[in-house]
């Protein structure tokens, strides 16, 4: 186990850290703080979920020097959600030394952001925005020493290079910039050392691509039955929190849609909403008030909500690292997770494919009847019903517990109860319009057009390894204007 102060930390850096509960570092932590505290440049390739937020930001927020009154850090991130939501991270690391951080993205009012930038050590920013600022000279990148691209790969990739290289450009040429990401192509690797002085490569060594705490599993299904045997899947697995990815926007709104008609509570995030709404979206999404969000690839990367249980694949994503990311919204932090996807006959391949990059065998699921369906909301509601009685004092409802067995057989009593707690579906027919099966071919063709122990708010110690599920939900995520590339992401 290695500790943060044996890393040499400075003493409100620490202090932070112990707020946050933060005990012992995780691997990609032990091996690129000590890196980036001697001012090298890194590309850092660790697991989803991992830490690589705490990897970037703490050597960052060491050298800020709270004398100069600059913006002195700067992270490009690839969505709005994820630039606040990293943005939240590395205030809380740097609330400590007295540090100001500030998201700035698209879709939020520009003068704001303006009068904001002046008080402000750090940046974190989506490419649009920063280049809207960056050519209006409002923002001052002089003072920059530390530059850093979270999902690097997704940045670097031909819709986003030309957008990074004149944010690049735009810093002094003596800097120290880090890249991270749990995926990183070698095409994308090799553009990335373009930009970079010399930089050492840390890949913590896994078997797997994927973290072990997700399970994964396959179906293989036609088309037409993919949404019955979507909701058939979430009756049985009752999921604390579900992400359900679409392959593209309109299909989101469709199975989100569906799921509210058949009674589910869910909502869609995609790049056509406004930002207010995504926001709002995702934050109900994170206190629990609404159980399933529905997304684009836009909450692929890097958001972290820690109740996540289940990722469902909808539709199987068209590269392998997208599966990667996706999937990755589960099981962080060292929690357990389970991802589903849904495998049409023609898309064995692109499954094949997934499971050659993560070198992990994705298992197959047997397809659930509509009985079994039905079986599993019984279990659900035995089990809230068990629990019910281990958890509380029930002393209050025993009078009336008495006087209806007098009426009634206690067979009876109890299956009425068990209806009552079930949500009994509505059998409302869903239609989804009709979308094209991915092929390994197609994916590929796209390819070559493009070329164009864990935190804890209060206090408490938590360390990867720990078990313990918190309710604590923290998020992040994507944003912007629309480009012709990448799966039409929404981006800023
Ligand atoms: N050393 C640590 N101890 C305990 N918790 C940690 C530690 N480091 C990070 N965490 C927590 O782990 C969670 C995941 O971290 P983070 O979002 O940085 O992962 P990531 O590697 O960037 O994942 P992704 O590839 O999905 O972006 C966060 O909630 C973070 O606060
Ligand atoms: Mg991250």
């Known amino acids: 186990m290695t500790t943060f102060q044996s890393l040499g930390l400075s003493k409100p850096i620490l202090k932070s850290l112990d707020v946050m509960g933060f005990e012992e570092t995780t691997p990609i932590q032990e091996q690129t703080i000590p890196l980036g505290l001697e001012g090298k440049d890194v590309i850092g390739q660790a697991q989803t979920g991992t830490g690589k937020t705490a990897a970037f930001g703490i050597p960052m927020l060491e050298k800020i020097n709270k004398q100069v009154k600059a913006v002195q850090g700067l992270v490009i991130a690839p969505t709005r959600e994820l630039a606040i939501q990293v943005a939240e991270e590395l205030n809380r690391l740097g609330k400590g030394k007295g540090i100001r951080v500030l998201p700035i993205y698209g879709g939020s009012n520009m003068e704001r952001q303006i009068r904001a930038l002046k008080n402000n050590d750090i940046v974190v920013a989506t490419p649009g925005r920063l280049l809207d600022h960056i050519r209006r000279k409002t923002i001052k990148l002089q003072d920059v020493h530390t530059a850093v691209l979270d999902e690097a790969d997704e940045m670097l ?106 009674g589910f509570s869910a909502e869609g995030i995609h790049g056509d909403l406004t930002q207010g709404k995504r926001m709002s979206t995702l934050n109900k999404f994170k206190r629990g008030r609404i159980e399933i969000l529905v997304a684009t690839d836009v909450a692929a990367r890097g958001l972290d909500i820690s109740d996540v249980s289940h990722v469902y694949n909808f539709d199987i994503p068209q590269d392998p690292e997208s599966y990667v990311h996706r999937i990755g919204r589960t099981g962080r932090a060292g929690r357990k997770g389970k991802s589903i996807s849904f495998v049409t006959p023609r898309e064995k391949d692109q499954l094949h494919l997934i499971e050659k990059l993560t070198k992990k065998k994705v298992e197959r699921l047997k397809v659930p009847s509509s009985e079994e369906a039905a079986r599993g909301q019984q279990k659900v509601a035995v089990e809230k019903l068990a629990e019910t009685i281990t958890n509380n004092d029930l002393n209050n409802y025993k009078q009336a517990a008495n006087e209806l067995l007098e009426q009634y057989e206690s067979t009876d009593l109890v299956a009425a109860a068990l209806k009552m707690m079930t949500k009994e579906r509505s059998e409302v027919p869903v239609r989804l319009s009709s979308v094209q099966p991915i092929s390994v071919k197609n994916a590929q063709r796209d390819k070559s057009k493009k070329k164009g122990g864990y935190r804890k708010g209060g206090g408490g110690k938590r360390n990867f390894n720990n078990k313990n599920k918190s309710r604590n939900r923290n998020f992040s995520g994507k944003g912007g204007s629309k480009r012709g590339n990448y799966q039409n992401k929404g981006r800023s």
């Open 157 to 262: 990739n031909m819709g986003f290079i030309e957008d990074i290289r004149d944010i690049l450009k735009a810093l002094p040429e003596e800097r120290q910039t880090l890249l991270f990401s749990a995926t990183m192509p070698k095409e994308i690797r090799d553009i990335a050392t373009t930009l970079m002085n010399n930089p050492e490569e840390v890949k913590v060594k896994a078997k797997e691509m994927t973290v072990e705490n997700i399970e994964q599993f396959f179906v293989e299904i036609p088309e037409k039955h993919k949404f019955d045997t979507l909701t058939r899947l979430l009756d049985i697995h009752d999921p604390a929190l579900a992400i359900i990815f679409g392959r593209t926007k309109r299909r989101v709104d469709e199975v989100a849609d569906g799921l509210q008609a058949r």
